[in-house]
Every structure is written in C-alpha cells, then in structure tokens.
C-alpha cells in the first residue's frame, strides 16, 4: 500500500513529497489550520504532544482500514507535535483514488476516526 506517515515538531511547512500513483483522478488534500479561538477562549496557539511510536502505528492501521474500505490508491498524513501558532499548519491529509467521491469520504472518515483513535494529544496556550 501507498502510506506515508510523517509526525514533526512545530508547524508542517511545505507537504513532503509524496508521488501521485499512476492512474490516480482524484488527489484530495486537507489542511488543518490552528484557529484563533478554543472552547469559546482566544488563544496564541495549541501544543501537540504525541505518543510517537504508537501514533505512527494507529495511523498505519488507520491508514490501511480506510484505503481498503474506500479503494483508495494512496494516503499521506503529517501531523505536528509541540507548539503550533495561529494560522499555522498542524495536519495534512492526502488521499489518491480514481474518483473524487470516494476520495472526500474517505478523507473525513479518516479524520473523524483520528481525533478519537490516535494519541496525539492538544492543549490550547492562551
């Protein structure tokens, strides 16, 4: 399968490069950006603290289930660890697939089931 999974330290700069598999229609990518406001509080910015080794194991088996389930031809994901600051990158996802449909589900399935699955913690710095 075509997975790549990244976990750096700060904000995620440019996305790593990843090739688009051949016969791939449709490349889906998701940024989240850190917003200005959490639970209601103005904040500066969040810090990710993440339990590395089993993080890059969840999202490998996530990863898996959602290109077997939704036939997708790839996936990359990039997740920050430490103190990202407002209107700074913190998650990128791209999936490759023959159709877009597919692709946007799959995309926010895989989404849904990170936020509750994998250990990657958030704490918002005022």
């Known amino acids: 399968m075509n ?4 976990i750096f330290p700060g904000p995620l700069a440019q ?3 990843w090739p688009t598999p051949d016969g791939a229609g449709a490349l889906v990518q998701f940024e ?4 200005p406001g959490e639970d209601g509080r103005t904040i500066a910015a969040l810090d990710y603290e993440a339990y590395d080794e089993m993080a890059r194991r969840m ?3 996530l990863a898996e289930d959602v290109i077997t389930k939704h036939g997708m031809m790839g996936l990359c994901v990039e997740h920050s660890t430490g103190r ?6 913190s998650f990128r996802l791209r ?7 597919e692709a946007l ?3 926010d399935e895989f989404i849904d089931r990170m936020k509750k699955d994998v250990p990657i913690w958030k704490s918002s710095v005022a």
Do not use: T
């Not at 990202?84 to 990158?89: A, L």
């Not at 999936?95 to 449909?101: E, W, Y």
């Open 15 to 17: 996305p790593v490069a």
């Open 59 to 61: 999202f490998r088996r």
């Open 105 to 107: 589900r799959a995309s």
């Open 32 to 35: 989240g950006i850190v917003r």
């Open 84 to 89: 990202v600051r407002v209107g700074e990158c």
């Open 95 to 101: 999936i490759a697939s023959a159709h877009r449909k």
């Open 3 to 6: 997975i790549a999974i990244h």
